[in-house]
């Protein structure tokens, strides 16, 4: 069944047809957020409120403004952005000093330790991305930042199947070799 009729199900509350939306767009609605959040917890908890959205709301679906993909990561996107605005706001009354009593510390300095290395391979691998030729990085980030299937990065990129497969395998064995270099 295509998705805009899955989407109707939905709107006449068939449990069944959001098990199979979610099948199909999960993962990319859990990637999603978790790029922008960069906080597993909070991506499961945007993705779980994109689905209950689906099923309270499926019926605000307009398919001739654009894919049923397209509406689930624009309300993933919108709902992510949310979530990351309101864990950055800090109001005054909830702000800690440092010299103010609490007895603040950094107790776990293996924890520190791990963060600082964390952050190192961050900058490695975003580095050696950046060494990339813009179309293999393009459809790596499709493939792994959002993810896509094979088949949709070929279809958004207009591109033929196995050319995108390629250009995957070829970013994945140059970024391989220049993180084995570091």
């Known amino acids: 069944m295509d998705d805009y009729g899955l989407l109707r199900m939905i709107a006449t509350a068939e449990s069944a047809a959001l098990d199979a939306l979610y099948e199909r767009y999960g993962r990319l609605v859990y990637s999603l957020a978790l790029y922008i959040l960069n906080d597993p917890a909070a991506a499961e908890e945007v993705t779980q409120d994109v689905f209950v959205q689906v099923w309270n709301k499926a019926e605000t679906y307009q398919p001739e403004q654009g894919k049923v993909a397209t509406w689930l990561t624009s309300v993933a996107r919108y709902r992510a952005i949310d979530v990351l605005r309101r864990t950055n ?18 107790r776990d300095e293996m924890h520190v330790e791990a963060l600082v290395e964390q952050n190192q391979e961050r900058s490695q691998v975003n580095a050696a991305l950046a060494q990339l030729p813009p179309e293999q990085r393009r459809a790596l980030a499709y493939a792994y930042f959002f993810g896509y299937s094979h088949q949709q990065i070929a279809d958004l990129l207009g591109e033929p199947l196995g050319t995108v497969k390629t250009r995957i395998r070829l970013a994945m064995q140059k970024l391989r070799q220049m993180l084995k270099e570091d």
């Not at 706001?89 to 950094?106: I, S, Y």
């Open 89 to 106: 706001v800090r109001p005054e009354g909830h702000r800690a000093d440092l010299d103010d009593g609490t007895g603040f510390e950094l």
